[in-house]
């Protein structure tokens, strides 16, 4: 199934499935089509979210939502997103073929955007569904200067209808997520699955350096202001300062010089900057610690730095309950129950302050990697992590 939803792509050789693209729309549809297949009611939102529903007895039941997203990054691999919406399918199908009754609905929900590549802008499906979608990304715009507002426009949605998508947090009884680990730990222990137990608070920023442009040929070296020589040395400093802390990481994930020639001295350097812990106390001192290094190190060079936060997202527990139930059905397939933080941020972030949330890791392959054509995951483990999920869910109440 992921190797046929691969086959519709932005991109030649590779796979990128951006927010509302041909490709997008067409990996929708054929999720839509499975989910009926399977035996769900199944339906696109109006923000391009798809909805099976596996209707409880009980009209006044609660619902359960297990999800994941099915946007991906440029050049991803096949699993990241993709997988929690499959497996959730495949579990689905089995509830509906052996006419299983549970005490509350479940909603197979794959998001639409979670990455937030063409908007910068992640969360936009899973946060409509949660009730905290933020009117004010309607007016962010795409590399070409289309707007989010603009797009969903043209597909005649409105706010009104987006915020008409939110769950009552009374009416649900949990959420759920498959994930690919994303990371080595189950690969090092060799376990196919595990349980997480929080996921990192992330803070975004975008910098700007300024300096002086001059000559490469005539301006001495003691005399320049160059802004890539200082956005470099800042990017060591975010290195040095998150290797020195367990479980922190900082990334600069983006660099450019605008205009920038080879004979010509860097007047400008922008740069992102992504710091992550699973502790909002111990990222917010890095993020402190870094301030004052680019302080130190643009006053040195005789430059000046412009940093705008752009994203901050609290870390977010998961509920003791819901380890608790994947735990319990991971010990009943026979497999040693493992506890790990995620470092990546998941659409179940949305979900936390309205209902349980719970997520369940499935082992990666070539060393962990992914965000990358690499990601791997083999058939077992995606079986392994199906029966998982499904014997959770059968023990739910």
Request: aromatic share 4%; glycine share 10%.
């Amino acid at each position: 199934m992921a190797d046929q939803l691969a086959q519709w792509s932005e991109m030649q050789g590779g796979l990128t499935c951006t927010y509302f693209s041909p490709a997008h729309k067409a990996v929708a549809e054929q999720l839509r089509d499975w989910m009926r297949m399977a035996g769900l009611e199944a339906s696109i939102d109006a923000i391009g979210n798809v909805v099976g529903r596996y209707a409880s007895t009980a009209p006044s039941a609660r619902t359960l939502i297990v999800g994941s997203h099915y946007d991906t990054v440029a050049n991803a691999g096949r699993y990241d997103g993709r997988l929690g919406i499959l497996t959730a399918i495949v579990v689905a199908e089995s509830l509906a073929l052996t006419r299983t009754q549970l005490p509350f609905h479940l909603e197979v929900i794959g998001f639409s955007e979670e990455e937030g590549v063409r908007f910068s802008a992640p969360y936009i499906g899973s946060s409509a569904v949660a009730g905290h979608f933020n009117a004010a990304l309607l007016r962010r715009s795409d590399s070409k200067g289309i707007s989010l507002g603009a797009v969903l426009h043209e597909h005649s949605v409105d706010l009104s209808m987006i915020e008409k998508l939110a769950r009552r947090p009374q009416s649900l009884r949990g959420y759920l997520e498959v994930h690919i680990e994303q990371g080595p730990r189950l690969l090092e222990r060799d376990l196919p699955v595990g349980i997480v137990t929080s996921i990192a608070g992330v803070v975004r920023f975008r910098i700007t350096i300024d300096g002086v442009a001059g000559h490469a040929g005539t301006v001495p070296m003691a005399l320049r202001h160059d802004a890539a020589a200082a956005a470099a040395e800042i990017v060591l400093a975010v290195e040095r300062r998150c290797a020195a802390t367990e479980g922190l990481v900082g990334t600069v994930g983006q660099l450019d010089v605008p205009h920038g020639l080879i004979n010509v001295i860097p007047g400008r350097c922008e740069f992102s900057l992504d710091i992550r812990s699973s502790d909002d106390a111990i990222r917010d001192q890095a993020i402190a610690d870094i301030r004052t290094a680019i302080d130190e190190i643009t006053a040195r060079r005789g430059v000046t730095a412009a940093i705008a936060e752009i994203a901050r997202h609290p870390a977010v527990p998961c509920a003791p309950a819901m380890q608790a139930a994947f735990a319990a059905a991971v010990a009943r397939a026979g497999i040693t129950p493992f506890h790990l933080p995620s470092g990546a941020g998941h659409d179940a972030d949305q979900f936390a302050g309205v209902t349980d949330i719970g997520m369940l890791f499935v082992r990666c392959g070539n060393g962990g990697i992914s965000h990358n054509p690499r990601e791997a995951v083999t058939a077992d483990d995606a079986d392994v992590g199906a029966r998982v999920l499904r014997d959770a869910i059968m023990n739910l109440n």
